[in-house]
């Protein structure tokens, strides 16, 4: 639910009321009782954060970051016949 401001143009109450979007605007001031009190313009509260913004993805040209691994694909291991010889060691020489 959202949350309004209002403020009375007669005494000068101000008061952030949450309410329904389908609610009717309040008018009776909650400190003076006068139908003055009547619903302020205000600013957005909330800020978006996060990727895949403009300036902090695509400003440079550079692809957004996604979150996985940006390097080549291991392949999966080769299995190797059975019945390969054994490659020698290379190691010293026995007589």
């Known amino acids: 639910m959202p949350i309004y401001a209002y403020r009375c143009e007669a005494c000068g109450f101000a008061k ?4 329904k979007i ?5 008018t ?6 006068k139908e003055t ?3 302020q313009l205000t600013a957005a509260g909330f800020q978006l954060k996060g990727s ?7 400003r440079g040209g550079t692809p957004p970051a996604t ?5 080549p ?8 016949p059975a019945a390969a010889p ?5 190691g010293t020489k026995s007589e």
């Open 16 to 19: 952030d009321v949450l309410q």
């Open 67 to 71: 979150g996985t691994a940006t390097g």
């Open 52 to 58: 895949g913004w403009y300036v902090t993805d695509f």
């Open 73 to 80: 694909a291991t392949p999966a291991p080769t299995e190797t």
């Open 22 to 26: 389908s609610d009717p605007q309040l």
């Open 86 to 90: 054994a490659a020698p060691s290379g």
């Open 28 to 33: 009776v001031c909650l400190s003076c009782g």
């Open 37 to 39: 009190f009547k619903k």
